[in-house]
C-alpha cells in the first residue's frame, strides 16, 4: 500500500509538472499565434504502466501462505489519427504478464499426513481496443485529453489455479484523463490516469507524425 500511495503521489507531481509546463508552452503559442494540431496529424503514445490493479484472482493469491507475483506492464501503444484539430481516433493496445508462486496446506483426511504444496501460475494478457480522444487542449506542443476505449481482451492462464476462481472477461474497456508535452516538433512525453484497460497510471513516450 505504501509503494502505491507514493507512486501515485509521483504520478501526480509529474502530470502537475507537465501540465504547468504545457500551460506555459500554450501562452507562448497563443502569443507567437502558433497553430494549433491539425486534421491528419498522427501520434503514437508508447507506456509503461506506473500503477494498475493486479486482478481478483491474484488479489486472493496474495494473501495465501508464502506468495510472490510479480507482473511485467501493462506495455502500451496508442496510436491516434486527428479528424479535427480536437478530436481524434486510433487504437489502444497493451500486453501484460504476471507470474507467482505460493504455498497451500495439503489436508489429509485422517489428519495425520497434512503437507505443504508449492503452486506456480502464469498469466498473460493482451488488449486490442478502438480509442476516441477529445483534446481539450490540442497545442502543437501540449495536449490535454479524455480518452475512452472498447475492445477486446485475451487472457491465457497456465500452472495450478486448485482452490482459485478465474475470473476473465473478454471485454475491454477503459476511459482516462491525460496530457501530452513535445519537447520537439515531434518527440515529447506522455502522462495518462484511467480506469479499466489494466493501468490505472500511464506514463511513456509521445511521438508526433
Avoid at 42 to 55: E, N, Q, R, T
Avoid at 144 to 155: D, E, H, I, P, T
Wanted: net charge neutral; charged share 20%; proline share 1%.
Amino acid at each position: 500500500m505504501k509503494k502505491i500511495k507514493q507512486t501515485f503521489k509521483l504520478a501526480v507531481i509529474l502530470f502537475s509538472s507537465i501540465l504547468f509546463f504545457g500551460n506555459v508552452s500554450a501562452q507562448e503559442e497563443d502569443a507567437s499565434n502558433s497553430e494549433n494540431l491539425e486534421k491528419g496529424d498522427m501520434i503514437i503514445d508508447l507506456s509503461y504502466s506506473v500503477a494498475g490493479p493486479k486482478g481478483l484472482t491474484w488479489r486472493a493469491i496474495s494473501l495465501t501462505s508464502n506468495s510472490d507475483l510479480s507482473q511485467l506492464g501493462p506495455i502500451g501503444v496508442k496510436f491516434q489519427y486527428m479528424t479535427t484539430e480536437s478530436f481524434g481516433v486510433g487504437l489502444d493496445a497493451s500486453f501484460t504478464s504476471r507470474k507467482g508462486t505460493w504455498e497451500e496446506t495439503d489436508f489429509d483426511f485422517y489428519g495425520y499426513n497434512d503437507s505443504i504444496v508449492s503452486r506456480t501460475a502464469e498469466q498473460t494478457i493482451v488488449r486490442v481496443m478502438v480509442r476516441t480522444s477529445w483534446e481539450i487542449i490540442h497545442k502543437k506542443s501540449f495536449q490535454l485529453f479524455w480518452a475512452n476505449s472498447v475492445g477486446f481482451r485475451s487472457s491465457n492462464w497456465s500452472g495450478d489455479f486448485a482452490g482459485f476462481e478465474l475470473v476473465s472477461s473478454p471485454l475491454a474497456l477503459r476511459t482516462a484523463m491525460g496530457m501530452r508535452y513535445f519537447f520537439t516538433e515531434s518527440i515529447g512525453l506522455s502522462l495518462e490516469f484511467g480506469l479499466g484497460g489494466g493501468s490505472s497510471v500511464c506514463l511513456g513516450g509521445a511521438i508526433k507524425l
